[in-house]
């Protein structure tokens, strides 16, 4: 089945630690996205990617680092930099020629900090 | 810049009555907007979209909304609540053109009252 995987699902990191989050997706889509999701504040754009090797700077993309080596992978290292790390990540993709707004979304991966 | 505005962060409606949840967006561009579904420890799902095609949406599982430019708003609706409703619901804007960055509302929480 083609989707966007994301993990692990659960994380918990001590404080100061850097921790990486998977997001491979087998769709053949351009764009990948990484989202931070707080409770009753929506979804912030962290970082985004268009192509491979080139990526932008979301809304809050302090504390946070990203790479995209190849096309289906974009992982997310959230570094001890990140004051409040603890919050759910949502990974995200669109193809081609799609508005905007045409993501699609993997299932999470929630974070918490101990 | 866009934003979104949902107004009411948790919603509770009567399985059988009306489901309306509104949504008003401000854009400095023609808009396009998105309304999506997440369910509990889940990614988001596309609901419905307005691309500048009709102003009346309908989409998955019942739901429709109406693009009212007059009013900036794009309100989702669907005339008999179901349990399997019961999930949090944004609103999303994007600019037609231009970097098309995707700005979420805050979201509302629905619950289904059997």
């Known amino acids: 089945d083609g989707g966007i995987t994301q993990s692990p699902k659960y994380l918990f990191r001590k404080e100061g630690q850097n921790v990486t989050l998977s997001c491979e997706q087998n769709?053949?889509?351009?764009?990948m996205y990484w989202y931070r999701q707080d409770p009753g504040q929506g979804l912030r754009l962290i970082y985004y990617?268009?192509?491979?090797?080139?990526?932008q700077k979301g809304d809050i993309a302090e504390g946070y680092s990203v790479s995209r080596e190849k096309k289906e992978s974009f992982p997310l290292t959230v570094t001890s930099a990140q004051k409040n790390p603890t919050a759910f990540y949502l990974c995200?993709?669109?193809?081609?020629?799609?508005?905007?707004?045409?993501?699609?979304f993997g299932e999470g991966s929630r974070l918490t900090v101990l | 810049a866009q934003s979104v505005t949902q107004l009411g962060s948790h919603v509770s409606v009567s399985e059988g009555a009306l489901v309306l949840l509104r949504c008003n967006y401000s854009?400095?561009?023609?808009?396009?907007l998105f309304w999506y579904v997440q369910y509990p420890n889940q990614g988001l799902q596309l609901l419905l979209k307005?691309?500048?095609?009709?102003?009346l949406v309908k989409g998955i599982n019942g739901f429709e909304a109406e693009f009212k430019k007059s009013e900036t708003s794009f309100h989702l609706t669907k005339p008999s609540a179901h349990m399997s409703d019961a999930a949090e619901y944004f609103c999303?804007?994007?600019?037609?053109?231009?970097?098309?960055?995707?700005?979420f509302g805050k979201g509302n929480q629905v619950v289904v009252i059997p």
């Open positions: 990617s268009q192509i491979v090797n080139d990526f």
């Open positions: 995200a993709s669109k193809p081609s020629g799609r508005a905007a707004g045409e993501l699609f």
């Open positions: 769709l053949n889509h351009d764009a």
């Open positions: 307005y691309t500048s095609a009709a102003t």
């Open positions: 854009s400095s561009v023609p808009p396009y």
């Open positions: 999303a804007v994007s600019p037609m053109s231009g970097n098309n960055r995707l700005a």
